[in-house]
């Protein structure tokens, strides 16, 4: 923390959570637990987003536990602890938000699609949680990524990107990031944008590109 705190850099989102989920009671307690701690670390940094997912991630992205199948009161659940978090959110001037995934890198990630994530924050609709769409994870699982930033657009927090495949910087793939950053212009859409990815050549080269796709 000292080293990070000493570069000076500008720090807009980190993962707002170690472990929990939102389908079970006890999952949801670890996951009030422990982003309350995660929270006044962001403090330490200036972050004012904190992320989350539907479960916890272990190595390579996949779920801890993976959720196969749907039970009933799963939605109900998540909106509970979701709505839990937006009181804790409130009440510490932060802002949490929900990241959607895809299932072929996080196979049995509950409420991990964008239609899912989509779903979850526009019924609970508070300022405190927001949608962190990553529209590399979009590409996998759903497509047609205009169309769902301009369904997900009252509730964006924050863009990640990341071409597909290979998940590294834009123009090594297949999404047209510059028609996107276009787009997002369009729809009047000022927030930040991030890049998830590797870098296929230098970080800087990278880093170029990132710029070059998203200056409109």
Request: glycine letters at 12%.
């Amino acid at each position: 923390m000292a080293k990070l705190e000493k570069t000076g850099a500008t720090f807009t989102i980190m993962n707002g959570y170690l472990e929990g989920r939102l389908t079970d009671t006890e999952g949801a307690a670890m996951l009030l637990a422990s982003a309350r701690e995660t929270v006044a670390v962001g403090k330490r940094l200036g972050v004012q987003r904190l992320n989350l997912h539907g479960t916890g991630l272990g190595d390579m992205g996949v779920p801890i536990p993976k959720i196969g199948a749907f039970a009933p009161g799963m939605v109900v659940r998540a909106r509970d602890t979701l709505n839990r978090i937006c009181d804790l959110a409130e009440a510490e001037g932060v802002v949490f938000t929900l990241e959607n995934l895809n299932p072929i890198d996080h196979p049995g990630c509950p409420f991990g699609s964008t239609t899912d994530v989509l779903a979850l924050v526009s019924s609970i609709n508070r300022p405190q949680l927001r949608i962190n769409l990553d529209l590399y994870h979009t590409q996998i699982g759903e497509g047609d990524l205009i169309r769902w930033c301009e369904a997900c657009l009252p509730w964006i927090g924050e863009v990640q990107v990341a071409d597909n495949p290979g998940r590294c910087e834009p123009g090594t793939g297949e999404i047209n990031y510059a028609g996107v950053a276009r787009s997002l212009a369009a729809m009047g859409y000022d927030g930040p944008v991030g890049l998830e990815a590797f870098a296929k050549g230098s970080e800087d080269a990278a880093l170029d590109a990132f710029r070059s796709a998203f200056t409109v």
